[in-house]
């Protein structure tokens, strides 16, 4: 017994383990972390093993969802406060997401863990205070459960065809078993949260010329963080780390300096030299240069 612990703790840090190669950033995280609001999703761009893992499965950037909860001081329930606290014991005035993470469990962190990662907020449009209370209470009453390792196998297994699978791999994600409300992963808990209300993630849509309209929840532990992004019931929110909308015009971007691409940088950007050379390409003879559109005044709509 004292082995299999040995070596699953061995390979959950083997799966943790974060790649070296840290990319730019791509988000603002002070503009993220002044304008989150309590029952955002927070979708991560993670760098670990088990984060490449999941996104070659979900065909998707996003491998991590967290919920953003507020500090303590934001949860009008006091008994939800005591539970949190008992989970964390950083600063009352933290900003705070609950998650369910590999190695951890289901758990709450501080969001400037995050820091210097490609995040994303989804936020669920229309969704009232009171409700977005109850999804942070249902989430905090998950606090302490084992991340479900097998129910990844599972959602990979059920993205092949399920006619060629032979029967003992097939997908167990809605059969039921005696530990199962023991473990949970990190987009299942969150779409439980919400369908704990009835908010719509990715819901089937049936018309009926009878009864007209009828909503089915979503399996939640078919879930994946894409979906939230995916969603039309959440609103797609970024700020990226230069952000032109602030500006008169995205071409004052620095585009030009003295900067080199390093190692493999080289072969998925380009060199302002490089740039050069696609702003002389001619299209059907028309030579389709910077300063051909400027002498044009192609920059203004036709009159």
Known sequence: MQ?????????????????????SPQCDFERIRHEVKPCDVLLIEGRSRVS????????????????????VHDIEDDRVREIIKESYDGSPDEQLV???????????????????????ICRPNGLSYGDSQKVVHYAVSRLGLDYDVRHILDLARFFFPYAVLP??????????????????????????????????????VKLDSQHGVQLFQRNPRLCTPRDFDYSPYFRIIKYPFLDYTHHSDYKLLPWHGHGALEGKEAEFYMTPSKI????????????????????????????
């Open 98 to 120: 609950i998650e369910s993470e590999l190695g951890f469990g289901t758990v709450v962190h501080p969001l400037s863990r995050y820091e210097g990662n490609h995040l994303r």
């Open 52 to 71: 490449n893992v999941i996104k070659q499965i979900t065909q998707s950037p996003w491998s991590h969802a967290m919920l953003y909860i507020g500090r």
């Open 3 to 23: 082995l299999v612990k040995t070596l699953a703790s061995w390979l959950t840090n083997w799966l943790m383990q974060e790649s070296q190669d840290i990319s």
């Open 167 to 204: 029967r003992r791999w097939r997908s167990s994600l809605f059969e039921s078993s005696p530990g199962q409300e023991t473990k949970t992963v990190c987009s299942s808990m969150i779409a439980e949260a919400f369908s704990f209300i009835h908010f719509p993630i990715l819901p089937l």
């Open 276 to 303: 050069k050379e696609l702003q002389q390409v001619k299209i059907d003879g028309i030579n389709v240069t910077g300063t051909d559109l400027l002498s044009e005044n192609r920059d203004t709509p036709p009159s």
